[in-house]
């Protein structure tokens, strides 16, 4: 939140196929948390979409992808299997905030 403060928006990696808390994900939003614009560029793109981009323009990614760690997370909320499986698992928390 501090950090937060200082900008006039943020981006995010968000998309829509993730979870259903971000399944009305708009590609522009105010978020009211904290007061500012947030922009969600990857909202509409598929898993297929992110990883056929990541092929065809060479962007370096974390080698955990590759061992069946499909969402990175922090230490606490990375787990192998489907996306998102291991964020905050028994707890009211859904993010971590790693993407600020």
């Known amino acids: 939140t501090r950090i937060l403060g200082q900008y006039s928006a943020w981006i ?13 994900a708009g590609l522009i939003e105010w978020d009211k948390k904290f007061q500012l614009v947030k922009v969600n560029p990857l909202a509409a793109w598929s898993t297929e979409q992110v990883w056929t981009y990541i092929q065809l323009h060479e962007v370096p990614y974390n ?3 590759d061992r069946n ?3 990175i997370g922090c ?5 192998k299997g489907k996306e998102r499986c ?3 698992v028994g707890k009211p928390k859904t993010e971590c905030g790693l993407h600020l």
Do not use: E, K, M, V
Not at 12 to 24: E, H, K, L, S
Not at 75 to 79: E, G, L, N, R
């Open 75 to 79: 230490t606490h909320c990375t787990a």
């Open 63 to 65: 080698i955990l992808h």
């Open 69 to 71: 760690y499909p969402s």
């Open 12 to 24: 995010t990696g968000i998309r829509r196929d993730q979870a259903p808390t971000r399944a009305n």
């Open 86 to 88: 291991g964020r905050w």
